[in-house]
């Protein structure tokens, strides 16, 4: 199969840094909807895509789009699909359905009407009078936009933010992919100094740590596709050889200067716990310590940060003089830059200082800015040095 149409969905805001990930592994044609990065591929794409997007949430495998005013039209564009290309003749296939302004508003009927349309067209290519679904799984959704249908296969499964380290989630926990926006937003780069001063399960750190030492975020995850006969041709040989560029591909020794720290010990203990399980527990500095009295020998670096926002009142009133702290205490680092993500839209007033630039971002469901403060372009490479308590 020379060319595949594809679909990285990603968080509203990310959709450009999910972009730029998809140039450098080589797939530069590609067009930008809210959420969705349309882009061609061959089946190597699908493995290099979920094993390498950090900022992705799925990646799904683009089946075909039509016009469907009725449920009859829905039907017949359905099964005009050449779904026996992908699905085996005992595919376990569900249909989940999303609707918006569109005259077939019932996602209990698009679904089942898709569902009997594929096992019609199933039935008709193998000569079969029941698809038995005992075989592999395949997600599929129909979607609704202003009476265009869209029919997609998940090749993903699950969630591409599901790394596989973080066995135990704490209080406020930030999603993987998200974190990884977060670093790659800012440009930090592996040679700079990263310090996470309420890094609670440690998620912005670990991620710059898989970042800085180039390790495939999905390397130890399995994917829907990985069962799909399609893909397991000559062995599945073409998984085999994506992860093993993958493994070849990490900077074990890579020297990373990358500090976390948190107040609270049982967060604290979950980074680290987290950290191993990444494979990077060497790689980053942990430490129990109040934000206020950290320090740094480097004269440059990054502050990159997940602050607790307030979303209650009186805790929006400790919140808030906690922005005010960090404004004043962050006057120690002037040559540094900072990035932090909340949902306070009065940050900047009780940080004391301006943003360079904000960006709209979602913390789960909740909406965030991005408040990004740039610090000087460093005059000379630093010498080697550490983060002080």
């Known amino acids: 199969m020379n060319e595949i149409n594809l679909i990285a969905t990603t968080a509203f805001g990310l959709e450009a840094v999910t972009a730029r990930e998809l140039d450098k ?22 493995c290099k895509s979920n094993l390498w997007l ?10 075909g789009q039509f016009k469907a005013l009725s449920f009859e039209e829905l039907f017949q564009g359905t099964k005009a699909i050449p779904w026996e290309e992908w699905l085996p003749d005992n595919a376990q296939f569900i249909v989940n359905g999303r609707s918006v302004k569109s005259k077939l508003f019932s996602i209990r009927d698009c679904q089942a009407i898709v569902k009997k349309a594929i ?18 799984r395949f997600k599929i959704e129909v979607a609704l936009l ?10 993903s499964g699950h969630g591409l933010h599901k790394r596989g380290y973080r066995a135990e989630v704490g209080g406020a926990p930030i999603k993987e992919t998200l974190a990884a ?25 670990i991620e710059a740590a898989m970042i800085g030492m180039n390790i495939a975020p999905g390397l130890n995850a399995r994917f829907d596709a990985e069962d799909w006969p399609i893909m397991m041709e000559n062995g599945g040989e073409l998984w085999k050889k994506a992860r093993e560029e993958a493994e070849n591909a990490i900077e074990k020794d890579k020297e990373l200067r990358i500090y976390a720290s948190d107040i609270d010990y049982f967060q604290l203990s979950l980074a680290m716990k987290h950290a191993h399980l990444a494979g990077v ?15 740094s020998r480097f004269q440059y670096g990054f502050v990159i940060t997940n602050p607790p926002y307030g979303e209650r009142l009186l805790e929006k009133q400790e919140t808030e003089e906690l922005y005010k702290r960090m404004g004043r205490h962050f006057k120690n680092f002037p040559t540094w830059s900072f990035y ?28 965030c800015d991005y408040y990004q403060f740039w610090g000087p372009k460093p005059e000379f490479k630093e010498k080697s040095g550490g983060l002080d308590d």
Request: glycine share 8%; with cysteine.
């Open 119 to 136: 096992a019609e067209r199933l039935k008709g290519a193998y000569k079969k009078s029941w698809i038995e679904e005992t075989g592999p």
């Open 25 to 46: 592994l080589g797939y530069t044609e590609h067009t930008t909807e809210n959420g969705h990065i349309y882009y061609k591929g061959d089946l190597e794409a699908i």
């Open 146 to 155: 202003n009476d265009i249908a869209t029919l997609t296969i998940d090749t």
């Open 340 to 367: 932090v993500i909340t949902s306070c839209e009065t940050f900047e007033k009780h940080f004391g200082r301006k943003a360079n630039k904000r960006r709209k971002l979602y913390n789960g469901n909740l909406k």
């Open 181 to 205: 926006g977060l670093i790659m937003i800012s440009r930090w780069r592996p040679d700079r100094a990263l310090l996470d001063p309420f890094c609670g399960t440690g998620t912005i750190a």
């Open 281 to 295: 527990e060497d790689k980053i500095h942990f430490q129990k310590v109040d934000f206020g009295v950290t320090s």
């Open 54 to 63: 950090r900022t992705a949430d799925r990646v799904l495998l683009n089946m």
